[in-house]
């Protein structure tokens, strides 16, 4: 057995709750201190108790807003971030402050490009961006030197230019030595201050310096007056930036003309593990600290409109940024934060701050920049961000000059989101199937630990980049970067759909897919003319264009996301779907049925399977007998998955005196009801565990210890938590609707699924029924597991899927394209199409704002007096 499968987690048992060792969840309400009627449950095992049990359990009922202590775990993903699951109503990203950009653990596609290419491109049309760095001092750190050099060279933007400045004493960087010979490269230039040709020009300005320790600011501000390109970041030796960082800068300032500057959250390391704190986003803590490191990217306009670095005060020598930031403050130039993690730094938050909090310097500040302190500083800046208008042109010329390298087949993956879900988790599958040369899913117990972590897309794998649409805080990101560091959440850098569209149409340029491929987002729909267009016009071969649908919504645009793929047949090469059944109702209602291909979302079998020395060590842990059957609810908590019914099926049977336990996995907006409803059912009292929002390797160890996967859904396509429990041998209960008979036929006996017809009391009674025979006869529950087993490991394993989707690409590879002047119309018509389609978008999005508002009047005010005015 695998052995990083035996691995145990935290004990799942809950324990009387103690504020000090475990907090409660984010939606308790009540003091810390009190104890639910649960816990009674739990600490109440001797006869004493019994009469005092009795009496607490009758006003327990009322202690709705008390809440079990829920599952804490942690998973343990290679990648920059891990999930905190202490708080269970929100995961959150926690840092893996050792899993820096250089160390040698990420997932970074090689877009190095070839040095005849950097050669012509910082002479003409020159740089995009120079960095610039000043090593003070006679004897800098030659490794800061190295550890930044490698994170600029795996950038993916690859057109940029390296200004260091070093002390002509220096013995570091001299011809012959070690940095000569590792270094070189065209975008670097290496320039000794106090050493000609460099100290010519110095030498007059710095005679008029008041001391020779303005000598290397001197020799910077010389430096960057012959700088050409637009943007400039200054860079602190050390600083290690993230893999898009100087992208994601530099499109920020593209898409904010208003801003000066930027730079994104930092991370340290080392000795010092935890996130800087603050940002751009509070202009006011400037006048008194520089409270952010030196990785900011300004428009080289502004940087010389304002001077640079001159007539910075004497006692803010080597903070020339800080200086420089103030200057652009004082003209009423200010930034903001992108809101990821763009640079790490071994330096400390508190220890910087400490430096820069001086009497002389703060002396010096007030008298330089009296403006500052006499008004509101965030009143006193102009920060605009450009608004959407009705038909907003989309501009397509690139702004910048970016030629990668491609050595290995790339996809484009545009989704609305990374967030917890079963179609999330569909996108992680795929991403993680793409990214890696061979099967990743797995390996063998003789490779070895190392052998088993998830390697970079190199070989035969592919390299994937993936973009986002739609504002979110992105909880399952941390699970992407395992598998790709191309990454976009176009939200954090282009405030207009106008500007995503371009956004999208340089990542498609710049990265020169073999597939883009879009699902579950109706704003790519809207895209999709533009792109489509764009490529067979521009790109040679064009790239293919596919979506993937997991399933039909009646409610929702008469069809939901299937009757956006329906609609844009003619703008992709096939509709990928999750079911026959799915294909049916988008034949039924118009789409051509040659361009649908039915492509199951499949499941890891190796990954989900069945692990009876985790089970055991794990119902032990819980205090749970071998043989107590164990129900599980593990899906997002809302309306569509009934959990409401759920709740109404297992205390039903409780109450008719079967005993089992109930693990419930999962947030929403349902959490709440679903809580009060399990807790009102007094013969549940003690077996019903709480766990919140897991990620996939708890879903697992919480699966390995279940014996029946109740899903009482509304409507799915297949749900692929359905797969995965029958993957772990769990008795399936779910909803026969979507394709999910494709999955479960009834003649396999590999599940059950119930009919929905008739209303929701013979709902009721059908699941009722269904489980009621797993829990009289556990042997015959055990069997319909192991036949759920057998059926996915024989015909949806997870290669199934790569299997379907290569193929798919490979038939409409190289297409024979039309002429010149066909091109261009279908890409006017595309343009025009897109156009139009964001302005749809845009209008909708205002509505739906409007009715927000008017149900938040409505609440406040009474639905019944408006009614009446």
């Known amino acids: 057995m695998n052995a990083a499968r035996e691995r145990i987690r935290p004990s799942l048992r809950p324990r009387p709750h103690l504020s000090s060792q475990l907090p409660l969840p984010l939606s308790t309400t009540s003091n810390a201190s009190s104890t639910s009627s649960w816990d009674l449950v739990a600490l109440c095992s001797s006869s004493s108790f019994i009469l005092t049990l009795l009496i607490l359990a009758?006003?327990?009922?009322?202690?709705?807003?008390?809440?079990?202590?829920?599952?804490?775990?942690?998973?343990?993903i290679e990648s920059p971030f891990t999930f905190d699951q202490g708080d269970s109503q929100s995961s959150s990203f926690v840092l893996d402050h050792t899993n820096t950009p250089i160390s040698g653990r990420r997932a970074i596609p090689n877009f190095s490009t070839p040095r005849v290419i950097l050669l012509q491109s910082q002479t003409s049309p020159g740089p995009d961006v120079t960095v610039v760095t000043l090593f003070s001092g006679t004897n800098p750190d030659p490794q800061d030197f190295l550890s930044t050099w490698t994170s600029l060279k795996q950038q993916s933007l690859q057109n940029f230019r390296w200004i260091v400045l070093v002390s002509a004493t220096s013995t570091a960087f001299t011809t012959g030595s070690a940095f000569s010979v590792s270094i070189d490269d065209p975008r670097l230039d290496l320039i000794r201050f106090g050493s000609a040709p460099l100290e010519a020009e110095v030498t007059a300005a710095a005679e008029k310096a008041e001391d020779e320790a303005d000598h290397p600011r001197l020799a910077l501000q010389t430096a960057l007056e012959k700088v050409r390109s637009r943007l400039l970041l200054f860079l602190d030796a050390g600083l290690l930036l993230e893999p898009s960082a100087l992208e994601k800068m530099a499109w920020f300032l593209e898409a904010h003309p208003s801003h000066?500057?930027?730079?994104?959250?930092?991370?340290a390391y080392g000795a010092h593990e935890r996130m800087w704190p603050d940002g751009l986003e509070n202009p006011a803590l400037f006048?008194?600290?520089?409270?952010?490191?030196?990785?900011?990217?300004?428009?080289?306009?502004?940087?010389?409109?304002?001077?640079?670095?001159?007539?910075?005060?004497?006692?803010m020598k080597g903070l020339e940024l800080w200086c420089l930031l103030l200057k652009l403050a004082d003209q009423r130039h200010w930034g903001a934060t992108i809101p990821e993690v763009l640079d790490w730094t071994r330096q400390d938050p508190v220890k910087q701050t400490a430096i820069t909090e001086t009497a002389a310097t703060q002396l010096a500040i007030r008298e330089a920049f009296p403006r500052l302190f006499q008004s509101t500083l965030d009143r006193y800046l102009q920060?605009?961000?450009?608004?959407?208008?009705?038909?907003?042109?989309?501009?397509?010329q690139l702004p910048f000059v970016n030629v990668l390298r491609k050595e290995t087949r790339r996809m484009l993956l545009i989704v609305p989101w990374i967030v917890m879900g079963g179609a999330d988790k569909f996108v992680l599958d795929l991403v993680k199937l793409m990214s890696t040369a061979t099967s990743p899913f797995s390996p063998s117990d003789s490779q070895s630990t190392a052998a088993k972590k998830v390697q970079p897309s190199v070989g035969g794998g592919w390299e994937v980049t993936v973009a986002t649409t739609l504002p979110s805080d992105n909880e399952w990101a941390p699970l992407m970067?395992?598998?790709?560091?191309?990454?976009?959440?176009?939200?954090h850098l282009v405030p207009r759909a106008c500007d995503m569209a371009r956004l999208f149409v340089y990542l498609m340029h710049t990265r020169r897919p073999d597939l883009v491929l879009i699902t579950n987002n109706e704003?790519?729909?809207?895209?999709?003319?533009?792109?489509?267009?764009?490529?067979?016009?521009?790109l040679s071969p064009p790239p293919v264009f596919l979506d993937y649908t997991h399933m039909e919504t009646q409610n929702f645009k008469h069809g939901g996301f299937a009757r956006l793929a329906l609609g844009s047949q003619g703008w992709l090469d096939q509709n990928l779907v999750a079911s026959s059944h799915l294909k049916s109702w988008m034949v039924a209602n118009g789409a051509r049925e040659d361009l649908i291909t039915p492509c199951p979302i499949c499941v890891d079998t190796e990954l989900f399977e069945r692990n009876e020395t985790l089970r055991v060590s794990l119902r032990?842990?819980?205090?749970?007998?071998?043989?107590?059957?164990?129900?599980?609810?593990?899906?997002?908590i809302v309306a569509q998955k009934?959990?409401?019914?759920?709740?109404?099926?297992?205390?039903t049977l409780s109450r008719a005196g079967y005993h089992f336990s109930v693990i419930v996995a999962g947030e929403g907006e349902e959490r709440m009801a679903l809580e009060s409803a399990l807790r009102s059912a007094s013969s549940l009292l003690g077996r019903v565990f709480f766990l919140g929002g897991l990620d996939s390797d708890a879903i697992r160890q919480v699966m390995s210890i279940s014996d029946i996967y109740f899903l009482p859904s509304t409507n799915e396509g297949i749900a692929l938590a359905i797969y995965e429990a029958m993957s772990m041998e769990l008795a399936v209960v779910g909803a026969d609707v979507g394709g999910q008979r494709e999955l479960i036929p009834p003649e396999c006996d590999c599940g059950v699924l119930v009919s929905r017809d008739g209303g929701y009391h013979a709902e009721r009674e059908r699941y009722l029924r269904a489980i009621e025979r797993f829990l009289k006869y556990p042997n015959e529950c055990r069997e319909v597991g192991r036949r759920a087993g057998l059926r996915v490991r024989q015909h949806f394993p997870m290669e199934s899927l790569l299997r379907c989707v290569t193929s798919v690409v490979d038939r409409f590879s190289n297409p024979l394209l039309p002429s010149k002047q066909e091109l261009d119309l279908q890409y006017r018509i595309g343009y025009e199409t897109t156009v139009r389609g964001l302005d749809l978008f845009r209008c909708e999005r205002g509505l739906r704002i409007q009715q927000e508002q008017i149900w938040k009047l409505q609440q406040q005010c009474g639905s019944s007096s408006l009614r009446r005015g």
Do not use: W
């Open 383 to 396: 920060l605009e961000t450009p608004k959407e208008d009705s038909f907003d042109e989309v501009n397509v």
């Open 642 to 651: 009934q959990p409401l019914l759920f709740s109404d099926v297992v205390s």
């Open 287 to 315: 006048l008194s600290s520089f409270p952010i490191t030196n990785a900011v990217m300004i428009r080289s306009s502004h940087f010389r409109a304002v001077g640079g670095f001159a007539d910075c005060p004497s006692t």
């Open 481 to 491: 970067y395992q598998y790709t560091s191309d990454v976009f959440f176009a939200p």
């Open 620 to 636: 032990e842990r819980m205090g749970l007998p071998a043989d107590e059957i164990i129900i599980l609810f593990a899906a997002r």
């Open 260 to 267: 000066s500057f930027t730079k994104g959250r930092t991370a």
């Open 58 to 76: 009758a006003f327990g009922f009322f202690l709705y807003s008390v809440k079990a202590p829920s599952l804490h775990t942690h998973s343990n």
């Open 523 to 538: 704003h790519s729909y809207h895209i999709l003319p533009l792109l489509r267009g764009y490529s067979r016009l521009y």
